[in-house]
Each structure stands twice: as structure tokens, then as C-alpha cells.
């Protein structure tokens, strides 16, 4: 079993930069691939950001390829979204997901285990 609690959203302007963490329980963690989705108000949930086991392997929607950064640290459980030049289209409930399996994945569908989210607004 997998715990996943993610921090660090909030409001921004355009053009500004915010961090999400996502502090995983468990001792598997190092084992499992992770991502990042999210969701606006009457949309269905996007995939982001993914990331493998080892953190040498990354993968970005077309959307934020270039502006956000996926990054883990497997000795503190925690992968970290970094996100620059944010735009008003970028606001939405950040969701950290894991997957039982090393590889990155895209589909909502591959993963196992989801955070509560984490808000992000960006103001124009």
C-alpha cells in the first residue's frame, strides 16, 4: 500500500513559477514509476508528467513539455513537479499518482495509487 499526499499549490500570476511535492509512505516507492495528472472544473483528468523508478527516463504532455520539470528523490519518497511560465490554462487540481510498475505510463488508467490533489491557480 502506497500513500501518496502532495503539497504546494496555491494562487499565481501568469508568467510565475510554483513547486508541487508529493511525499510518498511506503517502501516500495523506489520501485514504482510516478506521475502527475490533473483535472479542471467539468474536464476529465490530464496526464502531465511522468516519471520512471530511476528518474532517468521523463515524459511531458505537449502542453507543458518545456516549462514544467519532474524530478524524484527515492532516499526522501518524494517526486517533485516544477513549473514555470504558468499560464491561466495551466489552473487545475494537481494529482500525484504511482504505478506497481517501473516504466512511465500516461493513461490515468496505469497507475495505482492517487494523492487527494493539490490546487493551482493561475491568475492572468
Known amino acids: 500500500q502506497v500513500q501518496l499526499v502532495e503539497s504546494g499549490g496555491g494562487l499565481v500570476q501568469a508568467g510565475g513559477s510554483l513547486r508541487l511535492s508529493c511525499a510518498a509512505s511506503g517502501r516500495t516507492f523506489s520501485s514504482y514509476a510516478m506521475g502527475w495528472f490533473r483535472q479542471a472544473p467539468g474536464k476529465e483528468r490530464e496526464f502531465v508528467a511522468t516519471?520512471?523508478?530511476?528518474?532517468?527516463?521523463?515524459y511531458y504532455a505537449d502542453s507543458v513539455n518545456g516549462r514544467f520539470t519532474i524530478s524524484r528523490d527515492n532516499a526522501k519518497s518524494t517526486v517533485t513537479l516544477q513549473m514555470t511560465s504558468l499560464k491561466p490554462e495551466d489552473t487545475a487540481v494537481y494529482y500525484c499518482?504511482?504505478?506497481?510498475?517501473?516504466?512511465?505510463?500516461?493513461?490515468?488508467?496505469?497507475?495505482?495509487?492517487w494523492g487527494q490533489g493539490t490546487q493551482v491557480t493561475v491568475s492572468s
Open positions: 516519471i520512471n523508478w530511476r528518474g532517468t527516463n521523463t
Open positions: 499518482a504511482a504505478r506497481v510498475v517501473a516504466a512511465i505510463g500516461v493513461s490515468p488508467y496505469e497507475y495505482d495509487y
